[in-house]
């Protein structure tokens, strides 16, 4: 006899207390991301440096901060304006990189930039500039980073079909904020959107796990029966997650 909806909500929601298994469930989502940015980079050209990325690492070569990742797209369809953002702010270097970068390989027709700011805590630059091209509906195509995306850059990246050049294949621990227009929440909001792509970044149809008691379970199921507290909770605890 198959067991009640209710009964199997109770169980999906249990998962999340339980010190056991949603560790499990997090690795699984993990190892998605492992497994879905390897597949999607596997195609491209690494030694291709785009202009993009040779931006990003000039003027992370300007900043003080040896922590700092930057993050560079062209304003579409304006080639001649670049839109850039940092881990720490760093206008000094910004404002002596558009002196300099007409003098660089590519950089001739460029001859003005916008400096995203948001003061997310814990946004990679990447995820600020991609917030941005969202929030005024046009997509980067691609965006150069001074650094391998994170693998959580990378995973947003990707759903986004934005290109990028490497991935360290590794995450963060320095935390991780999930960006606006993957579903992440506003500066105080709780609220969790309900845009398919949050559950396309935590597992695709066929993601499973193992529990401790040796059920399995496809994430999306589970995922789809925890309350709206626990979904919030689920992407924190991926947002937190370390190496
Ligand atoms: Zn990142």
Redesign the pocket.
Same mark, same amino acid.
């Given at each position: 006899m198959r067991r009640s909806d209710r009964g199997q909500a109770a169980r999906a929601n249990a998962i999340i207390d339980s010190s056991y298994d949603l560790p499990r469930m997090l690795t699984a989502t993990r190892n998605f991301w492992e497994t879905e940015t390897k597949h999607k980079l596997k195609s491209k050209d690494l030694n291709n440096q785009n202009i993009l990325d040779t931006f990003a690492e000039a003027i992370d070569n300007l900043c003080n901060n040896r922590e700092n *990742?930057t993050a560079v797209a062209f304003e579409t369809p304006n080639k001649n304006k670049l839109i850039i953002s940092t881990n720490y702010v760093e206008h000094d270097a910004i404002n002596n990189f558009m002196r300099e970068v007409q003098n660089m390989p590519g950089g001739a027709q460029i001859n003005d930039h916008h400096y995203v700011i948001d003061n997310s805590l814990a946004k990679?630059a990447?995820?600020k500039v991609l917030d941005w091209f969202s929030e005024n509906r046009r997509n980067p195509g691609y965006i150069g980073i001074s650094k391998p %995306? *994170?693998l959580? *850059? %990378?995973m947003a990246l990707i759903l986004k079909n934005t290109d990028f050049c490497s991935t360290s294949g590794r995450i !963060?621990n320095a935390g !991780?904020k999930m960006p606006v227009c993957i579903g992440g929440t506003q500066m105080d909001s709780h609220k969790v959107s309900t845009d398919s792509l949050l559950k396309q970044f935590i597992g695709d149809e066929s993601s499973f796990f193992k529990t401790s008691q040796e059920e399995y379970f496809k994430i999306h199921e589970v995922y789809d029966k925890f309350n709206g507290v626990n979904k919030y909770r689920y992407l924190t605890r991926l947002e937190g997650l370390e190496n």
């Open positions: *990742c990679h990447e995820m %995306a *994170c959580r *850059c %990378a !963060w !991780w």
